[in-house]
């Protein structure tokens, strides 16, 4: 009975270790997640024109449709697909840097 005791024990105890180092690395990926959060956002603000960040947050944030977006800026459909695609591709390099 000692025997069966004590296995539960080591069990318990390496349940808790891991358990441990589950939230551990949770808490590393969450801060990463954050800082990778916060600088996405400092890039959104600095590094795209007015019209990306126009187009990207309508779309992305609002949920809007590109047909929507053009019409409320009085864009083409096409130029508002333009924006929002070379916007991306220099979050995209941003994101190769960091």
């Known amino acids: 009975m000692a025997a069966k005791y004590l296995y539960m024990f080591d069990s318990q105890e390496k349940e808790a270790s891991v358990n441990n180092y ?3 690395i949770a ?3 969450d ?3 954050n800082r990778m959060k916060a600088l996405m956002l400092r890039g959104i603000r600095h590094e795209l024109t007015d019209r990306q960040r126009d187009c990207i947050s309508m779309k992305y944030i609002d ?3 590109a047909e ?7 864009l083409s459909t096409a130029t ?4 929002i695609r070379k916007g991306i591709e220099r979050l995209r390099r ?5």
């Open 27 to 29: 808490e590393t990926n």
């Open 80 to 83: 508002v697909y333009k924006h």
């Open 94 to 98: 941003l994101e190769y840097y960091l």
């Open 22 to 24: 589950l939230e551990s």
């Open 31 to 33: 801060s990463k997640h």
């Open 68 to 74: 929507v977006i053009a019409n409320r800026l009085g």
């Open 63 to 65: 949920g809007l449709r």
